[in-house]
């Protein structure tokens, strides 16, 4: 559910960190803000479940809703993305997984997600115009065993060092990513469908703004001299509890509000 979609539905009290997706505008690069009520991620083995499902939401909101954009991703192999490399071998997993994605017992609405997706598409031909070793620098992988660069030989604008961020202790901050690559031939469209998943989306945000804005000596991401964000947006995905008694959901969440605030 978007910021707005909750603002007419719900009111308050309103998830914590719930609020329209954030643009990053970089010197070169942009991460635009594209904004929409109701986000469905489907996912399945077999694609006719995940179209069937969708008709079947679309025919439920006719009338109602209007599709704003949809797409149709696909594993590639071992999981590559269309530019070649293994997409989510960092992920969490098991209980750091769970609790990189979901609120705790303590937060108004325990159980629930924060994610974020943009729809990037990529250069294809200027990609593979670099050889392997600087499309492995760019990434911080190698490309075909998908093993992590020593340190030393990292560059300061890989992806991966640029979105591994950590706490004031010192701990990994973690989102758990779910990204499909998507394309067409015919129009010449080769892309990733950014979705990451976070119990606090400061998390994602931070990536997001050293991805675009660069840090640590790194004018921005390489990835993003081959990859163009296309939309972006942050929504909140609510526990089944909630969804299946929205009402008893917001009172607990009001009770727990009042608990530790009651000003
Ligand atoms: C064009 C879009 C993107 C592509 C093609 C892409 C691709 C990749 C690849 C190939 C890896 C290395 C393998 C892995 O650990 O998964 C990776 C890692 C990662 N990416 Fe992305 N990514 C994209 C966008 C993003 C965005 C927008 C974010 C965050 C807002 C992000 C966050 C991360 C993180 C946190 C890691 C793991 C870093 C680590 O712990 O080593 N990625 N991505």
């Not at 031909?125 to 990292?154: I, N």
């Not at 000596?217 to 526990?239: K, M, N």
Request: aromatic share 10%; net charge negative.
């Amino acid at each position: 559910m978007g910021s707005d979609f909750w603002d007419a539905a719900y009111g308050t009290p309103k998830p914590g960190q719930l609020h329209p997706f954030r643009a990053v505008r970089g010197a070169k690069h942009s991460a635009p803000a594209t904004p929409g009520d109701l986000l469905f991620h489907l996912r399945a083995r077999r694609q006719d479940l995940c179209f069937e499902l969708a008709h079947r939401i679309a025919d439920a909101f006719a009338g109602l809703a209007a599709v704003e954009d949809e797409v149709h991703g696909f594993r590639y192999f071992d999981e590559r993305d269309l530019l070649g490399f293994v997409d989510g071998t960092e992920n969490p997993a098991g209980a750091v997984a769970e609790a990189a994605a979901l609120t705790g017992a303590n937060d108004p609405f325990p159980g629930s997600s924060y994610v974020v997706v943009q729809r990037y598409t990529h250069d294809l031909s200027a990609w593979r115009g670099l050889s392997v070793e600087a499309q492995e620098a760019a990434v911080g992988r190698t490309k075909l065993e998908d093993l992590e660069l020593p340190d030393e030989a990292k560059a300061p604008d890989a992806h991966i060092v640029l979105n591994v961020v950590e706490d004031a202790d010192g701990r990994e901050r973690k989102i758990l990513r779910d990204n499909m690559p998507f394309g067409s031939l015919k129009d010449g469209t080769f892309g990733t469908y950014f979705i990451g998943y976070a119990a606090d989306v400061s998390t994602t945000e931070l990536m997001l703004e050293r991805m675009f804005t660069g840090a640590d000596g790194a004018a921005h991401d390489r990835l993003l001299d081959f990859s163009t964000a296309h939309t972006g947006g942050l929504f909140f995905v609510p526990s089944q509890t909630f969804l299946d008694d929205p009402a008893a959901g917001l009172q607990a969440a009001a009770a727990e509000v009042q608990a530790t605030d009651p000003a």
